[in-house]
């Protein structure tokens, strides 16, 4: 832990020695807590079981390519091909004015020369945090192949043209729910959201290339991008690219302790 780190909260005591537990500590031993407890000592990464579970490919990180993209086109179509369901969910990290962070989920639109593409609304929480602080951080976990991936960079909206072109190849129901829009706004009711989405089906149905005026697409280009392969004798392997600051087409690779 680094020295001015500050103590990790206790789960049987404040750290001050004050007589008022900080947030989030204190010990539940209710008998929802002591369930949930004995769950979460049952549960397993990477089970190998008789009933499929993970695989660990073999990962040689000396015959790597030279820049991240191919590494990670190998290791998306090796996750899709072995059955990780949705291998184009990925966690999108963005942090508020302040540097305060948050992280959700999205879908990955594409990847390329460029960078990696979502698409959200710029009014979003995310949209709003993007135009105050336009940096992100993607993750994804793959567990059918014990890997994970993170990239970390600045952030630039795309193209008008290619979001739209890229929002009017999707489904009527991707349509819709760009059209409905006041993503993240508080919901009076759950009927308000119904007839909003009512009408913004029957939008999308009656006008395809109708435009959803705050449907964003984003694209991170990554200054750093991580391949963790794990490992059944936990010696996971991590590569760590970094882009060059004289050369941004030039990245060195460095491995680092798992
Ligand atoms: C599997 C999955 C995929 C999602 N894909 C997207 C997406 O591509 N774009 C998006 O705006 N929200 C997507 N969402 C919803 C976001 O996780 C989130 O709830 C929403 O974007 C609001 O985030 P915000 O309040 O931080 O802006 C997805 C959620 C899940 C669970």
Do not use: I
């Amino acid at each position: 832990m680094a020295e001015n780190a500050p103590e990790p909260a206790s789960s049987s005591s404040p750290p001050d020695g004050s007589s008022t537990p900080p947030r989030g500590s204190g010990h539940d031993s209710g008998p929802a807590a002591g369930r949930f407890r004995a769950l979460l000592r049952e549960a397993r990464v990477w089970d190998t079981g008789d009933g499929g579970g993970t695989s660990f490919p073999a990962f040689d990180p000396a015959s790597t390519p030279e820049s991240p993209l191919p590494l990670f086109y190998e290791w998306f179509a090796d996750a899709a091909a072995s059955g990780q369901a949705e291998p184009h969910a990925m966690t999108l990290a963005t942090a508020d004015a302040d540097g305060r962070p948050d992280a959700r989920t999205v879908m990955l639109h594409d990847a390329d020369a460029c960078g990696w593409h979502f698409a959200t609304h710029s009014t979003s929480r995310k949209g709003r945090h993007l135009a105050a602080n336009p940096y992100a951080s993607l993750t994804f976990y793959w567990n059918a192949r014990a890997r994970a991936v993170r990239l970390r960079g600045p952030v630039v909206p795309a193209y008008a043209s290619e979001t739209s072109a890229d929002l009017h190849a999707r489904s009527t129901g991707a349509l819709a729910a760009a059209l409905a829009g006041r993503q993240s706004d508080v919901l009076d009711s759950r009927d308000t959201l119904a007839r909003a989405y009512d009408a913004a089906w029957q939008r999308a149905r009656r006008d395809p290339e109708a435009e959803a005026t705050t449907w964003t697409g984003y694209v991170v280009t990554p200054d750093e991008a991580e391949f963790f392969q794990g490992d059944a004798h936990r010696q996971h392997v991590r590569l760590r690219y970094r882009r060059g600051t004289t050369d941004s087409d030039v990245w060195t690779k460095d491995l680092l302790w798992p």
